[in-house]
């Protein structure tokens, strides 16, 4: 998913050049929006964290972009290339580096296993939406 934040600040483009360059698949992609339900839902695994509320209402904030990608170990690659949550953790080059202001605006979110990667899949698209 690409954040708020990045969206807002014209950074679709960018991330998705180089999120294809890096060799990955786009496999569905969409420009949407989530209510602050939906954002909830999505991160209900974090609900007891003190940080979700801000979280869920930073996720509702503004338009987002879904994608589902494809790759040869395609989650511990994507979790290289965009870096630490933290962008102020994050090599320099990744996503999060270039292009993230804080760890809630951290312009880009990645599945972190291949279980969580079908589920978050489905959660935005329907069969008919993938190729
Ligand atoms: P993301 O990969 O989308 O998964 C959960 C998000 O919670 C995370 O990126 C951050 O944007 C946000 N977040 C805010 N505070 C924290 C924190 N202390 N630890 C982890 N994630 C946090």
């Known amino acids: 998913m690409i954040k708020p934040d990045a969206v807002a600040n014209g950074h679709i483009g960018a991330i ?3 999120i294809t360059k890096s060799g990955f698949k ?6 949407t929006s989530l209510s602050a339900e939906k954002a909830g839902e999505f991160y209900a695994v974090h609900q007891e964290r003190g940080f979700y509320k801000d979280l869920v209402a930073f996720m509702s904030s503004g338009p987002i972009v879904a994608a589902i ?3 040869e170990n395609a989650i511990e690659d994507f979790r290289k290339l965009i870096g630490a949550t933290d962008p102020s953790k994050a090599e320099p080059g990744t996503i999060r580096n270039l292009f993230a202001k804080s760890i809630d605006a951290n312009a880009v979110h990645g599945s972190d296993s291949d279980e969580n990667a079908e589920i978050e899949g489905r959660f935005f698209f329907s069969a008919f939406e993938r190729v």
């Open 16 to 18: 998705l050049d180089k």
């Open 26 to 31: 786009l496999v569905a992609l969409k420009l």
């Open 69 to 71: 990608l494809e790759k």
